[in-house]
């Protein structure tokens, strides 16, 4: 009786964190993070989660690492986004000097996102580059390209000086371009909750319906998990390949228009350095695997959450500087896996100890285990 | 003198007796032929020699030496060498570096003496009359090449029995010749050779005893002089056992596939008409080019000339454009071919379907499920439901979904390649009833099978290639073991030829 109650509890939790166990992870983090506000003396409000959900790490990294999912899922990897990011908001922040256009700037976003997916896409797919060697050449390329372009580009289209793209202030395009894709917020019932977390939020909707209810997604899944009984089922495999990398073009694209808009300009010199690494650890602290096949795309959105979350907790203790930041999110990320792997080894060790007597007494008695 | 002897040798996987009491020697000096049907227990065997697998009972003795528990570096320092049908060679290494890999000459600072080894290699090659160059990557040699270089190193290594599982597979005649008086001039040097081969005209070309094996049991051993082609064949197929009876003749319907002299690097010149819910089983051994056949007429392998057609139109290009003509193959090797491991059954179910109707994207789960409940019903899958993972079900019930997968896309023309591979026997039955029954409902099958009892049991029409060509086209009563496996290894005409 007591072992059946004690099931009854346990089964859905265990299997939650079997499933998604990167809502514990985030949960965790989390809590670490109300802890050490407390232990300033403030009390943790509504007002720390929506900060959480705006911040850079979120929106910016968070969208983008979307596509990276996609692309990991499929058994690849996208070292690019990071230049792909600053050249994308740079062809953004010159499109809206010379046309104060919103409709003309959102699009040459996904326009400029789309074109350099579709590059990494097309050498690795169909020219059979290893995504690995493809996207380390156009993360060099994507951002030169834009360090060279800062330059030779004219002050009056740059909008700044020779190491900046920024954004022509003074027009009622620019302030509603800055309020949509940065800083504004809309209000519910007291609550603030800025524009662009929305549209992250969308957008991770969106494809944890692609990836769930659509033939595509069921695609993706199966050509990283085989790609050769794909192919013998019909799959296109290379298309499906190219593909991931231009959705990631595109969630690029929307970062950028966030990335530039949030700041109203952009350094092709430090902007977006090493977000490609970060989003893959968004991904995989949202537990989508490495080797591809396997993973939910809603982890994407806790994953980039844990991330963040992760830094207000080193910037809200006072005796850290911010140049550890990244040892605590390198830590943070090799414990996370530790424990994912390590966990069912040690289950698998200690657990068969103790199954082994209780099998015997099922076998005994059948009648016990049933219903 | 006798350099192997092994009496008594059982084996069992899991209750399953896989050799019984079997006793095997070779004399000193010869090429000794170990022969059967798959299955019949001679890699077993082989690998209990090798010290690959350990024996349930029985001895070992090599050169007199007792070997109670062979293990893998017991037996090669004694002088036993296998050279598997996959070749074991470094291919990023050159040839010297994979003659003495693993017992390089070194200096006295632990650096190799390149020089020496390759003298060394040079001076072997010589007295063999092989033609390598020691310095050349692995990586660039023919396979004939590999194979000589895989006894070369077994003799290097000092070995006096070698194991050469099926050796010729990937040679052409003029490799094989050259490998055979490799073979008889180290044979008169004194070493032994176990030769396993499936192709019979050979056997006798450079064999000087046997042994058959057949369901784990020793059948004959004896010098081949005093055998045939026939008398083996007959050996290796037993005495016809019929069990229970799954055919029937059936009314056939109007042609929906030809083949018409198609081509490929495999085969050569094949020409084929199957007629509505009829079943064709294509045979042949490895290299025979029955299952690149099967492949091209699903075009997952291309073709260089000739023409497919199915129901009427012509059929080219991708796998999609073969499926859209209602064409659907259930590949060999199921593990790497059909499952795609971390997916539920019903998605491994619906991957192909999913393709088909990719211009509507949304998928609708009650539908799905629907149309999963009557497939398993029908094909009576056992599973723990449809979102069980796919590799929870047993190899039966996993091909039995990857049968749905085709069935659900409503094609009409199944391909199945080996579809009864690593399926216990139950299940075995249950898919040749299957087959027979959808065949019944107006589908037409074509299977790939080394299986002859198979093909004996649900096929109209039996198909044998031997060496990319088809030699002979049985009608289901001219079928029978002897004769498929005498065409499928060439015996007639070796019979004929002597």
Not at chain 1, 82 to 99: E, H, K, P, Q, R
Not at chain 1, 166 to 171: F, I, L
Not at chain 1, 291 to 298: D, F, L
Not at chain 2, 107 to 118: A, D, H, P, Q, V
Request: hydrophobic share 45%; net charge negative.
């Amino acid at each position: 009786m007591e072992e059946k109650t004690r099931n009854k509890f346990w089964r859905p939790v265990q299997s939650l964190w079997r499933e998604h166990s990167y809502i514990f992870v985030f949960v965790v983090i989390l809590i670490v993070y109300v802890i050490t506000i407390e232990a300033n003396g403030k009390t943790f409000t509504s007002g720390h989660l929506s900060s959480i959900l705006s911040s850079q790490n979120t929106v910016v990294v968070g969208t983008m690492a979307i596509g990276m999912a996609l692309v990991i899922i499929t058994g690849q990897i996208d070292l690019s986004i990071g230049s792909a990011l600053v050249l994308c908001s740079g062809v953004t922040v010159v499109v809206f000097n010379l046309t104060d256009n919103i409709l003309l700037t959102v699009l040459a976003a996904l326009a400029s996102g789309l074109v350099l997916g579709a590059v990494n896409g097309v050498l690795v797919a169909y020219a059979k580059i290893p995504p690995f060697i493809v996207t380390l050449g156009t993360m060099l390329i994507y951002r030169s390209l834009a360090l060279w372009a800062v330059r030779e580009i004219p002050s009056s289209v740059s909008g700044s000086s020779s190491s900046q793209f920024a954004m022509e202030s003074g027009t009622r395009s620019y302030e509603w371009l800055r309020m949509g894709f940065g800083t504004g917020s809309l209000r519910i019932a007291g609550f603030a909750i800025p524009y662009v977390s929305i549209l992250f939020l969308l957008c991770v909707a969106l494809f944890v319906v692609i990836a769930g209810n659509t033939k595509y997604g069921k695609v993706v899944y199966a050509v990283g998990s085989n790609d050769k009984a794909a192919r013998l089922a019909g799959v296109n495999v290379q298309r499906i390949q190219a593909s991931v990398f231009m959705m990631t073009g595109l969630l690029v694209g929307v970062a950028s228009l966030i990335q530039a808009c949030k700041v109203g300009n952009i350094t092709p010199a430090s902007s977006g350095r090493s977000y490609e690494m970060y989003a893959i650890a968004a991904v995989v602290l949202g537990g989508i695997a490495m080797a591809g096949g396997r993973g939910n795309m809603a982890g994407v959105l806790f994953g980039a959450l844990s991330y963040s979350a992760i830094d207000f907790i080193i910037v809200s203790i006072p005796a850290l500087s911010a140049d550890i930041q990244d040892t605590f999110q390198g830590l943070v990320l090799i414990l996370v896996i530790l424990v994912q792997t390590a966990g069912p080894e040690l289950r698998e060790r200690f657990g068969s100890r103790r199954r082994r007597p209780r099998a015997d007494a099922g076998s005994a008695a059948p009648a016990s285990t049933s219903g | 003198m006798r350099i192997l002897e092994m009496t008594g040798i059982s084996k069992s996987y899991d209750g399953n007796r896989v050799l019984n009491e079997v006793d095997f020697s070779v004399e000193k000096g010869e090429i000794h032929a170990l022969l059967g049907e798959n299955g019949a227990g001679k890699s077993t065997l082989l690998n209990i020699l090798a010290g690959v697998v350990p024996g349930d009972g029985g001895t070992v003795h090599f050169d007199g030496v007792p070997y109670p528990r062979p293990s893998i570096g017991e037996m090669e320092k004694a002088g036993v060498a296998f050279v598997h049908q996959e070749l074991n060679v470094v291919n990023d290494l050159t040839v010297s570096e994979n003659i003495f890999f693993n017992h390089e000459l070194t200096n006295s600072f632990g650096l190799l003496r390149r020089k020496e080894m390759i003298a060394e290699t040079r001076a072997l090659f010589q007295r063999l009359g092989v033609d390598i160059d020691p310095t050349r990557k692995v990586r660039e040699l023919k396979t004939s090449q590999k194979q000589l270089l895989e006894i070369c190193r077994a003799l290097h290594a000092r070995a006096t029995l070698m194991i050469l599982d099926e050796p010729t597979t990937a040679l052409g005649n003029d490799e094989i010749e050259h490998l055979f008086t490799i073979l008889r001039q180290l044979k008169s040097e004194g070493s032994s050779f176990i030769f396993v081969s499936h192709k019979i005209p050979e056997v006798f070309q450079i064999a000087d005893s046997y042994t058959v094996l057949r369901n784990g049991e020793l059948v004959r051993s004896g010098i081949l002089a005093e055998a045939t082609p026939f008398s083996i064949t007959s050996d290796m197929v037993g005495e016809q056992y019929a069990d229970e009876d799954v055919y029937r003749a059936r009314e056939l319907g109007p042609v929906v596939l030809e083949l018409d002299r198609v081509t490929s690097t495999a085969f050569r010149d094949v020409s084929l008409t199957v007629r509505q819910g009829e079943i064709v089983a294509l045979t042949g051994l490895a290299g025979s080019g029955a299952s690149e056949l099967m492949q091209a007429m699903f075009g997952a392998v291309p073709i260089h000339g000739g023409e497919i057609r199915a129901h009427g139109s012509r059929a080219s290009g991708s796998i999609h454009a073969f499926m859209r003509r209602g064409i659907g193959m259930l590949p060999t090797n199921r593990k790497e071919n059909s499952v795609v491991p971390d997916r539920t059954v019903l998605e491994n179910q619906y991957i192909a379907e999913h393709n088909l109707s990719a211009g509507h994207q949304w998928i609708h789960t009650k539908v799905e499920l629907e149309k999963y409940e009557k497939l398993k019903d029908a094909l009576n899958i056992r599973t723990q439901g449809p979102d069980a993972a796919i590799t929870s079900l047993s190899g039966g019930n996993q091909q039995k979904v990857f049968l749905a997968r085709w069935l659900n896309t409503d094609a009409d023309i199944l391909l199945l390649d080996n579809p009864t591979q690593g399926v216990d026997v139950g299940a075995k039955e249950e898919i040749y009833a299957l087959i027979l029954e959808l065949a019944t409902s107006g589908k037409t099958v074509v299977i790939n099978t080394l299986e002859i009892p198979e093909i004996q049991k649900v096929s109209d029409r039996c198909v044998v290639l031997y060496d990319g060509e088809v030699v002979a086209v049985l009608d289901h009563d001219q079928i029978n073991e002897h004769d498929v496996m005498g065409l499928s290894t060439n015996a007639v005409n070796a019979a004929r030829g002597a």
